[in-house]
């Protein structure tokens, strides 16, 4: 739980009324709040309470307008912060057990570090929330976690909130089991057959189980052709609809990928890629196939940029940034909107953030500024000619 | 497109003729090998919906279809390659983890789109038999993929089409010897010989026949290993073996194995056949020669000292043994079409010599209900020649994969 | 003027067997179709003249009459001036005849009309540092110096580095970040669809130093010694523009004493000593000085010539015309064969060992070598004359392009783009600038540039700033990367303020299409939008040198304009139309 340091919170707390524990809800006006990426409130407000979003726009109750204190943005925009749906926040040497490939029940969380160094980055590049898979080294990783960032220090959202898997090259080692593609293969298929069958028992055994009944969702890292085909066989043959990482080769599977509902979270977009690449977001949307941006967190707002001037549309880039990544990691109830009971977290830019032209003005975690400005004071509206 | 019609019926095919007229085309004055018999001249070859429908040299052309004037030009079938290596690269195509992995698929690894299968296609090769690598003592099941489709899963042709076990040093090039009792890595295991090699093929038949005489009598336990139920199949005679073996000693090797356990095996590379043509035929054993243009082996395998010699080919044409000509792993390989033009040179009849190459490889393989000749009712995967395609300057103009042409030069 | 000069008799032999211009070839200045420059008048007045005087109508083009072309859409940037709601911009020919309001015009009957009812015109980008049309050899050569031209080095590859054209790029300057210290002279291209065309005499637009190490992080030692070096360039820059000086009065005394000799000695000896020998040589020494200097070699600097071959002037000025004439416009070859000709019925013989027999008093034949120690007596011929002596030809100091180049910059002919990263290395270079003299620095790469702005500001350097996308050098945190740390999209802002002019430039071919999202990442950490949209446009131009025929929307620029389906800086606003000296490169369909 989020204590509010500011200085004059003491002193309401205690003229309120307010019961002593609480401390004082949030009241944030602005010009546009982009509740969800097709829902977007114009001069409307939102309540923060405990630092999670209590009410929204007309729903906010008189008193508790009147108790809150009131942070004017103006003009600006407030959209939910972007989730970041897979990274090892470059800690991979905690989050690859070296030794075994197979380690679908060692657990992220144990290995997560409240101080990483990496974590102060996040919230200047409006990450507001991630998800913190195990590393790609390993064929099963391991229990990922939601995470965020937080004033002091980071902290764990949601833990177990989905399995690890990897197909990659960097699965395949020379060194140990397996170390060709097919070999990978059938050792996840070997396993989940296990799970299946029921006959042996164990804690990894009993993950896969969970993966299957679809109580955990899966993410498998996965580029070429082939990573990919063995990732959405795989789904298939065990029943469980799996989330694909990198998906380099997405174009060549467009068509099982729709047939499987699978989803897709992309690396970073850099203008200096393919053309094929740049325009493969557009391509996912039109097929409805969900997907969202991931890689360096601090070119997700570029990423998102680079999609939309290569065909993307604006609500599918909001999209891609905030409710896609929540909802793949199973937390739509708790990150990726600004609804009632949502974590508060939200951005605030002086424009549409996909529009690099618009600046970056302050996140919000929790109800808590991390970073930028509070309030603004006399601002006038953005430029017609920007 | 014409994808939908490949699952119909020959007679279905007919009868949707008049409703589907834009899809057929004719192949007219062309010289036609069409595989299994002899040459035809200025005959006809009538293509609809990815199958040949009708061909010989007194076909009408059906009204309304494409016409296409093949004067001066040879048609043959799509060549098979029955040895292929594709661009996957060595960690890939072998699991190392563990010397006898016969559940693995080498169709696991696959890429549609991969650049050796174009340079096949412009070649004229149409439907490859892809194995896994040479690096493991059984490595794995090999499919027979077409060259280039629409869709990667209708390319396959036959998914678990053979399983290959590989006799010599190579399999145990990397393994070493635990010194001094400690051991750094995986790769501290047997075998590290020749002869550890042989042993893990024994040890692997043996427990299959084991798992095979128990659960006839003994109730079900559970399933077996996966790599116990393949080996079970290749004792039942479900699933061709493949044994790569390219020296004189690893032949015998081979035969002895194969028939010590009693199944039927296909080798594979085979330069040093001629040495051992008597037992071949004794065993009825049928080879596939890697590359019988190479005069020297190279790449995998070049310890095993082989000697390849330009009249085997001929030796086992005399002797009666089948055979197949196949690119194989040795890295101075040519075209197929190269290879079976070298065999030609070297004794072997025209006919016989593209024989190799279509028909009797699409036998061993059990696709030849789909492919390896021009007939009715067989996929339309054919190439058009540039002229006769055992003369050194024949190019494959056009190659047609399902009826589509997948290839052009000029 | 020293090209031919160094002209072997062997070499000219050699040349005219083998039918070829020889080593020294001198391009005469004839309309010949070159592949990759463009002429846009044949024969008549300089585009110098002409860029320098606006006011003169230049509707024309070769004659051909245009008919007008108009753009109205809902906002134009003029750039020069507010931006305009429902403006009009109206083209003439080449050049942009007006900008202004809808409605306010009337415009006759050939009328081409493009309507962009949601529309933003602006001028056409101007990227003031690519590597488009460079090749990988030429990126990679660390042996380019001060006299490798990059113009001569251009190539059209057409593939998706060179399609500037598409992302509304009408202009660029053309540069290479090889390791070499000295990296050439940069060119300024227009790009077009299918090819591009370089600037009228802006092919040697600015000389490229490099006075950083780049992104590998290298000792600070070893950095000083790299900027010791740059510092050095200058060394020895007034000796040599001296000893040049004081050849060229050498070689006017020269001459006017070799006139005032024969002179006297045609006096002496009458009309038939006049000989017609005399003319090919002073017409070929003539035709030395006349035209201009032949491109140098791109990978090396001309070295000293051979064999000096002295002319031996005083004929008639008649004759020497017609075959200067002759040169200019005609094959070169057969020039040549006239001077033969002329040669080959001389009587005098040549004298190998470069001693003149006595011939009676005339002027030694063609082939006279001078001693290089230069005696000042003439030798021979003319013991029983008295009277002026033979002079001795002067000594031709030892070209350096480099240093060529550098003269240049120092006259402020060309200007010096500067690499340097981080502040010390900033420092050096405006260190530098102050020292030397230099008139127009440009600094690039300047990552380091907010915190001594206004430095920059007070000598008026120039920036042009590249990699402004968010965290482009380098993700944050990165201990590594020694650029990690510099935010280079707060710079805009921060020059701005300091009264810096700066360029926001692309950096690389690839990177032509997110010149734009650039743009308005600086906006965006908050640079002034008009400051930024000057910076893809005036300034570049005016950095550049061509600020009088392009950069803005301004009766008589050249009509070089970009329509896009939204603001410039907005992701998803699209390149509607672009015009490139009036005529339309590419249109959106």
Not at chain 1, 117 to 127: D, G, I, N, T
Not at chain 1, 143 to 171: C, H, M, N, Q, W
Not at chain 3, 64 to 89: C, K
Not at chain 3, 519 to 529: D, E, I, L, R
């Amino acid at each position: 739980m989020q204590r509010i340091t500011h200085p004059l919170v003491g002193a309401a707390m205690l003229a309120a009324i307010a019961a002593p524990a609480c401390a004082q809800d949030l009241l944030i006006k602005a010009g546009r709040i982009m509740v969800a990426p097709d829902s977007i409130l114009e001069d409307s407000a939102l309540l923060v309470r405990d630092g999670k979003i209590a009410y929204v726009g007309n729903d906010i109750p008189t008193e508790a307008r009147a108790r809150a204190r009131e942070i004017d943005l103006g003009d600006h925009t407030v959209s939910p912060g972007f989730v970041l749906a897979a990274t090892t926040l470059k800690s991979d040497a905690d989050l690859a057990e070296g030794a075994f490939a197979f380690t679908p029940d060692l657990r992220v969380a144990e290995a997560f570090d409240a101080w990483n160094e990496h974590l102060e980055h996040l919230a200047p590049s409006c990450v507001t929330s991630f998800g913190m898979a195990p590393s790609p080294r390993n064929v099963a990783g391991g229990v990922g976690v939601l995470a965020k960032p937080g004033k002091t220090r980071g902290r764990i959202a949601a833990e177990d909130a989905f399995v690890g898997f990897s197909l990659v090259s960097a699965a395949r080692s020379q060194e140990r089991d397996p170390t060709s593609l097919m070999g990978a293969r059938s050792l996840l298929s070997d396993a989940f057959e296990a799970a299946r069958v029921g006959v042996e028992v164990g804690p990894d055994l009993a993950v896969l189980r969970q993966v299957m009944s679809g109580a955990r969702s899966a993410m498998i890292y996965g580029d070429t052709y082939a990573e990919l085909n063995a990732a959405l066989a795989l789904g298939k043959q065990f029943n469980f609809t799996p989330v694909i990482i990198g998906a380099r080769d997405a174009h060549k599977v467009m068509g099982k990928l729709t047939e499987r509902g699978a989803s897709v979270v992309l690396g970073t977009l850099s203008p200096t890629k393919r053309v094929a690449e740049l325009e493969l977001p557009k391509k996912l949307a039109d097929a409805g196939i969900p997907f969202c941006f991931a890689g360096r967190p601090d070119q997700l707002r570029v990423s998102a940029a680079l999609a939309v001037r290569h065909g993307l549309s604006r609500e599918a880039a909001h999209a891609a940034l905030t409710r896609t990544p929540a909802t793949l990691l199973g937390q739509q109830s708790a990150v990726g909107a600004l609804r009632q009971g949502c974590s508060a977290d939200f951005l605030v830019f002086d424009g549409d953030l996909l529009d690099l032209n618009a600046r970056h003005i302050a996140t919000w975690v929790d109800g808590v500024l991390l970073c930028g400005a509070e309030q603004t004071q006399n601002q006038h509206s953005a430029g017609a000619n920007r | 497109m014409i994808r939908h019609l490949l699952t119909c019926s020959f007679s279905v095919a007919l009868a949707s003729l008049a409703a589907a007229q834009q899809d057929v085309t004719a192949y007219t004055n062309a010289r036609v090998l069409a595989g299994g018999r002899p040459s035809m001249t200025n005959a006809t070859i009538v293509v609809a919906g990815g199958k040949i429908v009708a061909i010989g040299t007194d076909v009408a052309v059906p009204e309304g279809a494409g016409v296409v004037d093949c004067t001066d030009k040879t048609i043959t079938p799509g060549l098979i390659d029955a040895s292929f290596v594709p661009g996957i690269s060595d960690n890939d195509a072998n699991e190392q983890s563990d010397e006898v992995t016969p559940h693995l698929r080498i169709l696991d690894s696959l890429d549609p789109e991969d650049p050796t299968f174009r340079r096949a296609r412009r070649d004229g090769v149409t439907t490859a038999h892809v194995m896994p690598g040479t690096q493991n003592v059984i490595g794995g099941l090999g499919c027979v993929i077409k060259t280039h489709g629409d869709d990667p899963d209708a390319m396959v042709v036959k998914q678990d089409a053979s399983v290959r076990i590989v006799m010599g040093s190579e399999p145990s090039m990397r393994n070493r010897a635990p010194r001094g009792g400690r051991v750094e890595s995986m790769y501290y295991r047997r075998p590290t010989t020749r002869m550890g090699v042989i042993w893990a093929v024994r040890r692997a038949f043996y427990d299959a026949q084991e798992a095979m005489q128990k659960t006839q009598g003994a109730p079900d336990q559970g399933a077996p290993a996966p790599g116990i139920e393949v080996l079970t199949r290749v004792l039942q005679g479900k699933l061709t073996a493949v044994t790569t073996a390219r020296s004189e000693q690893d032949l015998r090797t081979a035969l002895r194995i194969a028939g010590e356990f009693g199944y039927q095996t296909v080798i594979d590379e085979a330069q040093d056949a001629y040495m051992v043509a008597d037992e071949l035929a004794a065993q009825s054993a049928v080879v596939m020669l890697g590359a019988p243009s190479a005069t020297s082996v190279s790449g995998g395998g070049s310890r095993d000292g082989a000697a390849p010699r330009s009249g085997t080919v001929r030796a086992l044409a005399d002797k009666g043994i089948k055979f197949v000509i196949t690119t194989g792993t040795n890295t101075r390989r040519l075209p197929l079409i190269r290879e079976a033009m070298f065999a030609a040179r070297n004794g072997l009849g025209p006919q016989q010599a593209l024989d190799a190459i279509t028909i009797e490889p699409a036998k061993l393989l059990g696709v030849d209900d789909r492919i390896g000749s021009l007939a009715a009712g067989k996929d339309a995967d054919f190439v058009i020649w540039s002229q006769d395609p055992l003369d050194p300057a024949a190019v494959a103009e056009s190659v047609y994969i399902d009826g589509k042409s997948v290839s052009q030069i000029r | 003027m020293q090209s031919l000069r160094s002209l072997l008799v062997p070499a000219v032999l050699v040349t005219w067997t083998l039918h070829a211009p020889g080593p020294v070839a001198q391009e005469p200045r004839t309309p010949e179709p070159r592949a990759r420059a463009e002429r846009s008048r044949p024969g008549n007045e300089s585009p110098r003249a002409q860029s320098q005087d606006p006011r003169r109508g230049r509707g024309r083009s070769g004659g051909r009459r245009r008919g007008l072309t108009v753009i109205e859409a809902a906002v134009v940037h003029p750039v020069s001036g507010p931006p305009i709601e429902n403006g009009v911009v109206v083209i003439r020919g080449e050049r942009i005849l007006a900008v202004g309001l809808q409605g306010e015009l009337e415009l006759p009957a050939n009328t081409q009309i493009y309507k962009y009812p949601n529309g933003h015109v602006y001028p056409g980008l101007i990227d003031a540092s690519t590597d488009a049309f460079t090749d990988d050899d030429l990126r990679k050569d660390n042996k380019l110096n001060g006299g490798s031209e990059l113009s001569e080095a251009l190539v059209w590859t057409g593939d998706r580095d060179d399609q500037l054209i598409r992302h509304g790029v009408t202009t660029a300057y053309v540069s290479v970040r090889s390791s070499a210290q000295v990296r050439g002279q940069g060119a300024i291209v227009r790009p077009h669809v299918d090819r591009f065309e370089l600037w009228e005499d802006k092919e040697q637009a600015a000389l490229q130093l490099r006075m950083a190490t780049g992104t590998e992080s290298q000792h600070p030692l070893q950095r000083q010694a790299q900027l010791a070096a740059a510092e050095k360039l200058f060394n020895g820059l007034e000796d040599y523009r001296d000893a040049k000086e004081k050849f060229d009065k050498d070689l006017e005394k020269y001459n006017k004493d070799f006139e005032k000799y024969l002179e006297h000695h045609r006096k002496k000896n009458g009309k038939d000593e006049k000989k017609s020998e005399d003319e090919p040589e002073k017409s070929e020494g003539k035709q030395a000085e006349e035209p201009a200097e032949a491109p140098e070699g791109r990978r090396r600097g001309r070295g000293p010539g051979g064999r000096r071959r002295p002319p031996e002037g005083g004929g008639e000025g008649g004759e020497t015309e017609d075959l200067l004439k002759g040169v200019l416009e005609t094959d070169y070859t057969r020039a040549l064969a006239l001077i033969f000709e002329q040669q080959a019925s001389s009587p005098a013989p040549q004298d190998p060992r470069g001693r003149r027999r006595p011939t009676g008093g005339r002027p030694a034949a063609a082939a006279e070598q001078k001693p290089a120690d230069g005696k000042p007596e003439g030798e021979g011929g003319k013991k029983e004359e008295d009277g002026p002596k033979r002079p001795k030809y002067p000594k031709r100091p030892k070209v350096d392009p480099q240093k060529d180049a550098l003269a240049k910059v120092i006259d402020g002919v060309m200007p010096l783009r500067v690499e340097a990263q981080r502040v010390e290395e900033l420092r050096a270079a405006l260190r530098l600038q102050r020292d030397n003299d230099v008139p127009l620095m440009v600094l690039e790469h300047a990552y380091a540039a907010g915190s001594i702005a206004d430095e920059i500001a007070a000598q008026s350097t120039t920036v042009v700033l590249t990699n402004v996308m968010p965290h482009a050098l380098g993700a944050p945190g990165e201990k590594r990367n020694p650029f990690a740390k510099f935010d280079v999209a707060a710079l805009p802002r921060q020059l701005d303020e300091a009264g810096v002019p700066f360029a926001i430039a692309s950096g690389s071919a690839r990177l032509a299409s997110v010149l734009t999202m650039m743009a308005a990442n600086a906006v965006g950490a908050g640079a002034s939008p008009e400051a930024v949209l000057r910076a893809l446009t005036l300034t570049p131009a005016e950095i550049l040198g061509v600020a009088d025929d392009t950069g803005s929307l301004t009766r008589d620029k050249f009509a070089d304009v970009l329509v896009t389906d939204g603001p410039l800086f907005a992701s998803d606003s699209r390149v509607l139309l672009v015009l490139s000296k009036g005529r339309t490169e590419f249109e959106r369909d």
